[in-house]
């Protein structure tokens, strides 16, 4: 059984607008969460990760939410840009990292 | 820059063949992870090592074996290839440091095709 999911395989989204990439987990000894990036023919890159002690993370364009009593993460991307069109993996990690399956982002110009 | 490199960017292989799949990284990183990334299934971990000459399993390592003779180097081994080993195989590498120990760097994968 999957202990991290990404429920939507695919998002399309409007150049500017946001860009909300869900994930959710079952497993509550999860301590980290990350989120990678992975364009075609190239391995995935980190991107953005936060602690169980916090609930939001922010860099740039991009934010992280963590909601524990949800067991629920997402990422934000304000504003959306075609270079963001890629495969985003969220994971979950204690001691090891768990990946969720992935959602296809298509930012449309 | 950090570099995780694959050997093979795309490989044939017949049903029954041993199959090599080699990683090199030049971080100096002590943890190397063998996945494979399956549509809708995301990444499945294999195999894992934190040592040379150490392994663990991962979540699926039925059907594959590993090998970790240099720090810098990790092999994925299939025995007898078999169709339901075609996939994408991706290596990664991350340092012991505590806070960068959940953080992977890839290479860029390795498809492979069991026929």
């Known amino acids: 059984d999957q202990q991290v999911k990404q429920n939507s395989p695919s998002l399309s989204v409007q150049e500017g607008r946001i860009s909300i990439l869900n994930c959710d987990y079952t497993n509550s000894m999860f301590d980290y969460f990350l989120w990678y990036k992975k364009y075609p023919a190239e391995g995935p890159t980190f991107l953005i990760s936060?602690?169980?002690?916090?609930d939001k993370n922010e860099d740039g364009r991009f934010t992280v939410f963590l909601n524990k009593s949800a067991k629920h993460l997402s990422l934000h991307i304000v504003p959306s840009q075609p270079g963001d069109s890629a495969v985003y993996f969220c994971?979950?990690?204690?001691?090891?990292?768990?990946f969720g399956g992935g959602t296809r982002l298509m930012v449309k110009p | 820059d950090v570099k995780v490199t694959q050997s093979s960017r795309y490989l044939v292989k017949r049903t029954g063949e041993k199959v090599f799949l080699e990683c090199v990284q030049d971080?100096?990183?002590?943890?190397m992870f063998w996945y494979r990334q399956d549509p809708g299934l995301g990444l499945r971990l294999i195999y894992f090592s934190y040592d040379v000459k150490m392994k663990e399993k991962g979540d699926i390592p039925e059907g594959y074996s590993v090998s970790r003779e240099k720090k810098e180097r990790f092999s994925l081994i299939l025995e007898s290839a078999s169709t339901n080993q075609t996939s994408m195989y991706l290596c990664?590498?991350?340092?012991?440091?505590?806070?960068?120990?959940?953080?992977?760097?890839f290479g860029s994968g390795t498809q492979l095709s069991v026929l």
């Open positions: 971080m100096d990183h002590e943890n």
């Open positions: 936060i602690s169980s002690i916090k």
């Open positions: 994971a979950a990690s204690y001691h090891m990292l768990t």
């Open positions: 990664a590498s991350s340092s012991r440091d505590g806070s960068t120990n959940e953080k992977l760097f």
